[in-house]
């Protein structure tokens, strides 16, 4: 388990996901079938070409989701009990196939949850950039992740 503890996220934590991921036409036409989004600027070359873009951009959700999926191997994988929501949602730049994302992760609230002892609320912010470090994603997700386990609770 990779994953961080609530006590382990603290406020102004920055986490690098420390990998990159370049996104291809397949991921966006297969993201745009699999969610029935058939959307032209997504998909139809050609009117991509005459729209300011001048090529297809790659859907905004599964650039959102990239973003948060990268972020979990080295901070949530294991630690996360539920998504509690995200807000915020930004996208300031496109995503055009061949781009390369790379993903930060700042820790910007924590508490305990005032209803599970066994847990805490952590908000994150989530920013990916491309390979020219142009900020094209960003997001404040809220989850509620396990506390490190007591020494008590040990075998």
Known sequence: MAGLYFEDLTEGRVID????????????????????NVQKLH?????????EFGRPLV??????????GMSVHNSTQGTTIANLGMREVRFPAPVFA??????????????PSASRPDAGIVTFRH??????????????RAGLM???PSAEAAP
């Open 17 to 36: 996901a420390e990998w990159t991921r370049t996104v291809t036409e397949a991921d966006n036409v297969l993201f745009c079938s699999m969610t029935m």
């Open 43 to 51: 998909l139809d070359a050609n009117f991509a070409a005459q729209t």
């Open 59 to 68: 859907n905004s959700l599964f650039t959102l989701g990239l973003m948060i």
């Open 98 to 111: 061949g781009d390369t994302l790379r993903v930060l992760s700042t820790v910007i609230a924590a508490r």
């Open 127 to 140: 920013e990916a950039f491309n390979q020219d470090g142009t900020l094209v994603a960003v997001c404040e």
């Open 146 to 148: 396990r506390r490190r």
